[in-house]
């Protein structure tokens, strides 16, 4: 079963920076989508960034702070954060999906989910 390993999250002061790593047991060439989502205890997941081949897109919350990117060089995908807040604070997932064909030649979606790092941002 794919994998997906997050690292890169820890306890910062605001206005501090981290980045975060997200390493599939596979190749991250597969992945053709991933996307970072982030939840904090009793609330809703929360789609904080995503990559799609070479497009990005990005919460409103997170604009301007935030930089996905991916580097097929070293199987990583990243979340660059800079500039981060109390309410960044969050438990953050890595997502990936991919595709493969079926035995009559259609395309299938596989989606898969990571266990997440701790983010915690505090003065």
């Known amino acids: 079963q794919v994998q997906l390993v997050e690292s890169g999250g820890g306890l910062v002061r605001p206005g501090g920076s981290l980045r975060l790593s997200c390493t599939p047991s596979?190749?991250?060439?597969?992945?053709?989508?991933m996307a970072w989502y982030r939840q904090a205890p009793g609330t809703a997941s929360e789609l904080v960034a995503s990559?799609?081949?070479?497009?990005?897109k990005y919460a409103d919350s997170v604009k301007g702070r935030f930089t996905i990117s991916r580097d097929n060089a070293k199987n990583t995908l990243y979340l660059q954060m800079n500039n981060l807040k109390p309410e960044d604070t969050a438990i953050y997932l890595c997502?990936?999906?991919?595709?493969?064909?079926?035995?009559?030649?259609?395309?299938?979606?596989?989606?898969?989910w990571g266990q997440g790092t701790q983010v915690t941002v505090s003065p």
């Open positions: 990559i799609l081949t070479s497009t990005t």
């Open positions: 997502n990936a999906e991919s595709t493969h064909l079926d035995y009559e030649g259609d395309t299938e979606y596989d989606e898969y």
């Open positions: 596979t190749s991250l060439a597969a992945f053709h989508y």
